[in-house]
């Protein structure tokens, strides 16, 4: 059986999109052995095997420290693991994680293939030009080049691959939704009065625009009201500003919970909200458009891949309404247009699910995936 070293900073009980696509993927392709390096961030086992994955957890905090020296010691430990397990090819999920595969080179080590996959949400220029990251940037360039092969997970991220020095054909291969878990059910009814529940499923930080959904509520009637699922380091400042507009009984901050649990939280949902500044993608928004929830968002980065307005982009079927980046203003207009508009509504949902349905189910994505890989393996 083959054997492939997979390399992310973070994996299972810590969550995220690329985490969710690491388990997704590797739990649909099972005549591969897969391995994976990741950072323990405090009180993981060393090693256990999740799925079809067996995880090997480094170091033992998730101090900034920590994850300087997450690089050199998984550089040091995929040596020795390559050493006796011959490993046919590696993986890297995301950028930074080319740095091991990069020092492993300088020790003269022989590199199987690799492939990396880029799923950043921040921009370029906060991943690759501060200050700090300019002196490593050639390090990042030669493991850009040298990849056997690149794949992103939007059309937006393709094209950093490009940018920094990736000559071959990157392969655009989105995450998924699980369909058996996102099903689009009957939602609450807008009743004139009733409570309107807007939902976001996001990290609390700048790049997701929270605080502009928070703004647009000082615009609209008083039944709405914001439901946050998520946790971040912006909760105190958003709390903050909810008091200081006179909105904080209206928005309710429920902080993490696990997808099982938002899939249920969607059925109680009317509409889905994140105005992002930056996205590489963004899972919940399909797995929002996947359970049958209109959709508000910019279209920024990798959004711009499947959120279509009906005025913006008149050529496509739309799946969803379009605002511009730091606008409450726009979003108060979509949130009333959503509101007084079912019609409309119910023909969007409609073209929102079978986009999800016919792109963006796992399976698929799973099979795409070992195709790629496969050709990191000789096609076996």
């Known amino acids: 059986m083959k054997r492939i070293l997979i390399f992310s900073l973070a994996y299972y009980p810590q969550v995220g999109g690329a985490e969710i696509a690491i388990k997704e993927i590797t739990d649909r392709i099972t005549d591969i052995e897969f391995h994976l390096l990741t950072l323990n961030f405090g009180g993981g086992a060393k090693e256990e095997k999740i799925g079809n994955v067996i995880v090997h957890r480094l170091g033992n905090s998730a101090s900034y420290f920590s994850k300087i020296l997450f ?67 050639p390090l990042l360039s030669i493991g850009f080049k040298n990849a056997s092969a690149v794949q992103a997970i939007s059309t937006y991220l393709g094209k950093w691959a490009t940018q920094i020095g990736f000559t071959k054909e990157i392969a655009v291969i989105p995450n998924g939704v699980d369909l058996s878990r996102f099903v689009e059910t009957a939602h609450p009814p807008f009743i004139v009065g009733g409570i309107v529940n807007m939902v976001t499923a996001s990290r609390l ?64 949902a009317h509409i889905f909200i994140r105005p992002s500044r930056s996205e590489g993608m963004g899972n919940s928004f399909i797995e929002a ?31 969803g309404w379009a605002v511009d980046v730091d606008s409450s203003e726009q979003i108060a207009v979509a949130v009333k247009d959503i509101i007084t508009n079912p019609e409309r509504v119910a023909r969007v949902r409609a073209n929102g699910l079978s986009l999800v349905q016919e792109n963006y189910d796992w399976d698929l994505v799973a099979r795409n995936m070992r195709a790629l890989l496969g050709g990191l393996l000789g096609n076996r």
Do not use: C
Request: hydrophobic share 50%; net charge neutral.
């Open 71 to 137: 690089i050199p010691r998984a550089a040091y430990a995929a040596r020795a693991m390559h050493k006796a397990l011959h490993f046919d090819a590696f993986w890297a999920m995301m950028s930074y994680m080319l740095f091991p595969i990069v020092l492993l080179r300088f020790f003269s080590i022989r590199v199987p293939p690799y492939l990396l996959t880029l799923q950043e949400g921040d921009p370029w220029e906060h991943m690759f030009s501060r200050w700090f990251i300019l002196p490593f940037r």
């Open 205 to 268: 930080v700048h790049k997701n625009a929270l605080d502009e959904v928070i703004r647009a509520l000082v615009l609209l009637p008083k039944n709405i009201q914001f439901i946050v699922y998520g946790s971040g380091p912006d909760e105190a400042e958003l709390r903050k500003l909810s008091e200081e507009l006179g909105v904080s009984e209206r928005v309710l901050f429920k902080g993490y919970i696990s997808h099982a649990e938002l899939a249920r939280a969607f059925s109680t």
């Open 289 to 319: 458009m996947a359970a049958g929830i209109p959709v508000i968002a910019t279209q920024e980065g990798g959004i711009a891949d499947f959120l279509f307005d009906e005025k913006r982009n008149p050529e496509k079927p739309s799946t």
